[in-house]
T-cell receptor, first 115, second 113 residues
């Protein structure tokens, strides 16, 4: 059974810092990995999707890397801003042979960026 | 184009009642999944549908059921509500049954009193 772990559970940084969020998964047989952002009481916003054949994806100040063989992904946020404060979740989808795309989620990293 | 729409946004129900939640996926998306989010358990998978067929089901009691219609809209139903069913219920849509990027709605906040 796939298990996803995110470290740290919470992170507080001053504005302007570069930071790294970690995600690990136990079964390397994944099709893709997705990073999401969730504001309190809201739904999930997709940030980055990395296919299993890719090593990284970039969007603006965000960069996500994937090392499938070691079961790890990192989300790098450059020059953090107070507006980045949210919970960040990673999720993996199973291989194509499974016949479905059910996501397995980590419990998230709650990020607070102070002005 | 419009995103994933979930209705209603908020619900308050009494123990023992039943509730129906609705999800309209992004136009052209045929896959819909449902998740339950609670502070203690995080996001847990409920159901996945593609073209009106249930592709996968999570480990929830039979009180939780769902369906998908020919226009890809989906509903989930919870009968005989319990206090522990209080949660944020999230719906996600994607283009296909495997590996496509998932887009989530704003969720339905269900409170059982």
């Amino acid at each position: 059974k796939q298990e996803v772990t995110q470290i740290p559970a919470a992170l507080s940084v001053p504005e302007g810092e570069n930071l790294v969020l970690n995600c690990s998964f136990t079964d390397s047989a994944i099709y893709n990995l997705q990073w999401f952002r969730q504001d309190p009481g809201k739904g999930l916003t997709s940030l980055l999707l990395i296919q299993s054949s890719q090593r990284e994806q970039t969007s603006g100040r965000l960069n996500a890397s994937l090392d499938k063989s070691s079961g790890r992904s990192t989300l790098y946020i450059a020059a953090s801003q107070p507006g980045d404060s949210a919970t960040y979740l990673c999720a993996v989808s199973p291989t194509l042979g499974s016949g479905y795309s059910t996501l397995t989620f980590g419990k998230g990293t709650m990020l607070l960026v102070s002005p | 184009k419009a995103g994933v729409t979930q209705t209603p946004r908020y619900l308050i129900k009494t123990r023992g009642q039943q509730v129906t939640l609705s999800c309209s996926p992004i136009s052209g998306h045929r896959s819909v999944s449902w998740y339950q989010q609670t502070p203690g358990q995080g996001l847990q998978f409920l159901f996945e549908y593609f073209s009106e067929t249930q592709r996968n089901k999570g480990n929830f009691p039979g009180r939780f059921s769902g369906r998908q219609f020919s226009n890809s809209r989906s509903e989930m139903n919870v009968s005989t509500l319990e206090l522990g069913d209080s949660a944020l219920y999230l719906c996600a849509s994607s283009t296909g049954p495997t590996g496509a990027e998932a887009f989530f709605g704003q969720g339905t906040r269900l409170t059982v009193v």
